[in-house]
Every structure is written in C-alpha cells, then in structure tokens.
C-alpha cells in the first residue's frame, strides 16, 4: 500500500510538471481601440448641459467647467453619441423603465495582429469589463466575432473598477505560468453608457465621474515560453514576475459600483481616494518588491523602475509622485494616456502599457537604465492591485 500511495503521488507530480509552463508569462501582443465620437474636454460642459437638458443649472455647469479645466484630460473618446443619448430618454430620467441599452462594440483584432499568429491559438479568453453583467455574456460573443475555437477556456470579470485590467492580467498570468502551452487573450472593454446619468446639485461625485471617464479598449496576448521557432517567432514585451493584491482596512465605501434597478451603473468614488493612497503605497509596494529584493537604495530606489500606473486621475497620479519621491517624468506614460483619452478603466493600463512600449522604442537611454517597473491600480475596496515587470529588448527591431 505505501508502495502504491508513493506511486501514486509520483505520477501526479510528473503530471503536474508537465503541464506547468517553465517560464514566467510574459505579454506578447498588444492592441488598443477607440470609438470614432471625440468630445474636447473644455467642451465637454456645454455639450453635457446640453444633451441632458440641464442647463439651467448655470452654477453647477459653471462648476462642471472648472472641473474640466483641472483634469488634465484634453479629449476623450464616447460610443454614446447625442443621437443615441435623446432615442434613449431613460438616460436623463431615472424614473422611465429601461432594458438596459447595450453596450456591446465590435472589438479589433489588433493585439492579435501584434502576437503574430493566427486566432486559432488562443486556448484561454480573460475579458473584464464594467459595461454589464448577463449571462451569455462578452465574453462569449468576443469568442464568436474572433473566430476563437469552441474549445477556448473563458473567464469573465464584471465591475473591478478602474483594476480591472490589472486584474484581468494577473489572471492570465497564473493561467499562462500553470499550463503549458498556453496563449491567453485578455480583452478589456469600458463603455461610460452604463454609468451616464444628468447633473445633480447633490451629487458632486456623479459630475466629476462624468468629467473623467470614457471609453476604451485593450487587448493583451499572454503566454509563458515563448516560440522561438521562424515559422512561430514570440517576442516578451513585458514578462509579469509577480503579481499582488492589498486591500486597505476601512476603505471598503471608498470606491463603490453596483447595478441599478433599471440596468444602469451607479458608482462612488470618495474624494479621500487620493490621501489614502499616498499614506498606503509607500508600503503597500515595498512590501511586494522587498522580497524579491528589487528596492535598492544604490540603484535610484522607486526612480530606478520604470513605472506603469492607471491613470485614475492627475490627482491620483500626484498622490503615488508624492508618495514615492518620483522624478519628473517617471508617470509621463500615465499622464499622457489621461490627457489623451481620459480615465477608460479596465482598459486604461493597456494604453499606458503600450504607449511605454513606443516610448522605450524611441529612447534607448531608458531602455537601458530601467529594466524593472511596476504596474499598480486602484479598485472597490479600495483594493491596490501590483504587478512587477521586467521589460525584453527583442520588440526593439519591430
């Protein structure tokens, strides 16, 4: 008997060795999206009033356009247009019943054009998004617009907030690293329909959400092992060392989403977001790089990574700059990504990712000074989701 058991123990290691991968995931194709309709962002007050039909709240439009003035956001991107906005009138009164309007957008292919091979590759399906929750869900009409095999293996992410890619990721990643073979596509999807509601004099918080998000998407492909072959060439953009998770006591009314009764979102996002994460992050990711002894004072400390934040807002931003004692530039990344599209959520760090990607291409002194980053994001909780990364030099020649 203990021969057998002993036996027995054998086999299931030797099997579970072997569907291990024997690298670490890394990120082999990335692509990015945006719907055609473009809103300025000082701008974006009057044509707001306008389509909600409140712009006799003079003051809190005039309010609305300081906000913007602030932001640090230039433009952002709406599948919702005005005509899509006055066919649906439940969307500035919440009293008219409603079946939810969909959000659902035709997704590109570009990650997959970025990998390199074919659709037919992909064994595993991630897709995080904060517009919905039904059953069949994105997940399954994703697979079907991309031609995925019916055996693909899906998960499907509702309502993470603005971590919702890094969550999405750190889920590919576990998958990629624990099944040999593997090739993950991570789709992340915001469409801001779901969360858009007129001002209220009461609710300050709804009107700076409405200042702030937009819509985006993110495709990441993610595997371990890379092919090396000619026929099958993978290139690592960013391998994904580790990955954490901290929830900060007391915060859980921080950031809140939940689905109303008439299949809209409501969120809340506390104004006290910014100070909690710059008395929380300090060590928060000290206690994520010091065990794999990657905080060096002799090698800049937090200024000697290169840095992947979701741009929550340039408050946000500021809190992590101040906190961590980072140099002008190191968020250069995060603040364009903002300024340029605004806060997408989920799919946020999928730009910043790629636009790091395009910076790297163009600046070999950095390439060659900051190897190890750090990918951070904030979600309900409120929740600070932390990925290391160590960035590859082989996309240099894409």
Known sequence: MARSSAHSASVLHDIHQRQRADGPAAMLGIGTANPTNCVLQDQFADWFFRVTKSEHLAELKAKTKKICDKSGITKRYFYHTEEIISGHPELIDGA?????????????????????????????????????????????RLAGLLGLRPTVRRTLLYLH????????????????????????????????????????????????AMTLFSDGAGAVIVGADPASSPMAMERPIFHMVSASQTTLPGTDQAVVMNLRENGLLDSHLSVEVPTLVQGSINKCLADTLAPLGLLNASDGGWNGLFWALHPGGHAILDSYEAALGLEPGKLAASRHVLSEYGNMMGATIIFVLDEIRRRRRRCHDDRKDCQWGVMSGLGPGLTIETIVLHVTDSQDEN
Do not use: Y
């Open 96 to 140: 008219l019943p409603t079946l939810r309007p969909s959000s659902q957008r035709r997704q590109q292919q570009r990650a997959i054009a970025d990998w390199g091979r074919p659709a037919a590759g992909i064994t595993h399906l991630v897709v995080a998004t904060n517009s919905g929750a039904s059953e069949p869900g994105a997940d399954l």
């Open 161 to 208: 907030g603005c971590s919702a890619g890094l969550v999405a990721l750190r889920v590919a990643k576990d998958i990629a690293e624990n099944n040999r073979g593997a090739r993950v596509l991570v789709a992340c999807a915001q469409a801001e329909l779901l969360l858009f509601c007129p001002p209220d004099e009461s609710r300050l918080d709804v009107v700076i």
